[in-house]
């Protein structure tokens, strides 16, 4: 007969196999954890949708003023103050003589050599149309302006910023890609702008400068950082704001502009923001917002988008883009005033996203039609979706849509 010390090992040693297994899994979640921690550290993680964020003060989403001050001040008319075919400075440029003007938006692009789709580009012979399916091509180059989020500094200079996860410098000649997509401005407002130092934002100012390729969100100084481009011709004039929230702490790697160093235009608190909007408003007939915001990877608006949204719109925005999270995100409206959250990757990276093209017509009392053009990230080319894709991203951006029309050709309009 076994003894009872016997019978009880085979429970021992189960009991023992059990504990190890659950120690390894539990050290390879938490491996995991931090591993992802690390690679999403510029960014809180996203609130749980049933937040209120009404909820939200003044002073929590920046703005130094209470709620019902605010709204006082901000919905005050603004009177115009310029003439039309009044040419001001190096910031005005030209229209074309038309009574609308088409405005088409990109989300983020890179074009650092390092990274897959430089790798592509010039496997595929560094033909773009290889690349980026032709007829969206199209509609950027016949568009009167074209803009992307340019997430990356132009440098062969500097050293990659410490501790950052994702660092990405392109060389200087490649921005004529940007100019060969038929970009005529991109955004440097955002948190890849100063990945390899203070060098690095310089060396980008200078490449674009000198490829004649307007920029705004960042620049050698506040003042630079904060410019509002305007666009104007005989029958209206359209005034381009951007800036960025992201890297949301006291010390970010990607600094903020000052009086006297370099960076960028910074809205974490999102006072300034307000004010420039205001002047832009005050000197235009449309103001367009560009803003880098949002947390990757998600779907779900984060705390700060709809109060501060709300806080632009009032403030004189007529329009606003968002850009950051690396996948669509909704489209609502603030009264009157749509805001596409953000517009995901364009010709970004080798991940499989849905991604789109977005086309402003604007005429001088503001956004008269907006189209939301369906398009897919794969393989490192950019597609125009057709067929039951181009349907299946539609219904997608409806359900995540609330305020927001969008008909069969991706036409957007405000739900009643």
Known sequence: MRSELDVRRPKD??????????????????LTFMIYRKQTEDVPQAQAPSESYSELTAEEIGLSDSSENRSETLQESTEVTYQPGEYKGDNTYQLP????????????????????????????????????????????????????????TYTDRGEPTEGKSFT?????????????????????GNNHTYDYGEISLLDTIDTLEKAELPFVGAGRNLEEASKIIYYENDHMRIGLVCATQIERYGNPNTKGATEDSPGTFRCMDPAALVEKIKEADANCDVVVLYVHWGTESTDVLDRYQIPQATAYAEAGADVIVGAHPHVLQEIGYEGDVPVFYSLGNFWFSSKNLDSCLLTLEIGKEGVEKAQFVPAITESCSTLEATDAEKVRILDYMRSISEDALIDENGYVTKKQ
């Open 97 to 152: 003589d038309k009574e609308t003007i088409t405005f088409t938006f990109a989300g983020d692009v890179l074009l650092d050599d390092n990274y897959s789709i430089m790798g592509t580009y010039r496997a595929r012979g560094s033909i773009l149309e290889k690349c980026i399916d032709p007829n969206l091509l199209a509609r950027m180059r016949e568009s009167d302006l074209c803009l992307v989020n340019n997430e990356f």
């Open 168 to 188: 990405f410098r392109a060389k200087p000649e490649n921005v004529e890609i940007i100019k060969e997509m038929g970009v005529d401005v991109v955004s440097i």
């Open 13 to 30: 040693v189960v009991l023992s196999v059990l504990s190890i297994v659950a120690g390894v899994l539990l050290f390879g979640a938490l």
